[in-house]
């Protein structure tokens, strides 16, 4: 089931890169200002993690201290990728065997944006039933 459009079509463009030395804090200041659910961690260009909201919720449940910890120590270091001419079907497929709710867009080695579910609801969603597939009542 292709839906016809690309994930270049649907990604965010302009991802919010952070330093991995910077403390959780100020992270989530940033997230908060810039009105995003994540943030890609860069160390020598390379991309090295993930920052999400999950990795937020779990450490705030382990009594961990924002102010002290940095972003490197509580990241999510699998990295799972997706290139730009795939489908957006493909995304979601990938992101649900991940169990994953953004993906970074690579070409050519380099990252060039991220790709979320919000982004593909947005442009398709006649997706939704796929995404909803995703959540299992337990």
Known sequence: MKSGIKVMDAMTKKPVWVDPKKTV???????LDKHVGSLLVEEGNKLIGLLTERDLVKMVSLG?????????????????????????????????????????????????GLITLRDILTLQPTLFELIMDRIIVR
């Open 25 to 31: 804090r100020e992270c989530t200041k940033l997230m």
């Open 64 to 112: 961990i201290d924002p102010n002290k910890t940095k972003v490197k120590q509580v990241m999510t270091a699998k990295i799972v990728t997706i290139t730009p001419e795939k489908d957006i079907y493909d995304a979601i497929v990938l992101m649900n065997k991940e169990n994953l709710r953004r993906l970074p867009v690579v070409l050519n080695g380099r990252i060039i």
